[in-house]
């Protein structure tokens, strides 16, 4: 049930509150989940190690454009979202996929010189 909830976005609070335990049960389960997720993922490398042993691998990758709308309060703006995947061509697993998000990056700068942009 704890995993339903975690996955379905409900809060920590409303989590202990349906499921009627403590925090330090709720972390010790999240941190068990955790766990077992990256044991799975594991697992499912090292099979692919095997399967792909001896084989020449064939990689294929994707990049694309998402735009994402960039709410102003007088307009939306698009702003350009790049998303690139590598998958081993005949399992299909995702070797890398990534996103070029960077949380670093301060918005009231990004907006500023948006503005100057449409401007000039």
């Known amino acids: 049930m704890i995993l339903k909830l975690l996955v379905n976005a409900v809060g ?11 925090a330090s049960r709720l972390y010790h389960r999240i941190e068990f989940l955790a766990d077992q997720c990256r044991e799975t993922a594991a697992h499912k490398d090292r099979s692919l190690a095997r399967k ?10 994707d990049v694309q454009t998402i735009l994402a709308d960039w709410l102003r309060a007088d307009r939306i703006l698009n702003v350009p979202v790049l998303h690139a995947v590598t998958v081993e061509r005949d399992s299909g697993y995702v070797v890398a996929a990534t996103t070029d998000y960077d949380p670093a990056a301060d918005p ?7 503005s100057i942009g449409i401007q000039s």
């Open 52 to 61: 792909l042993e001896g084989r020449n691998i064939a990689l294929s990758t």
């Open 108 to 114: 009231w700068e990004i907006e500023g010189e948006m």
């Open 12 to 22: 920590l609070r409303r989590i202990m509150e349906i499921a009627d335990i403590p």
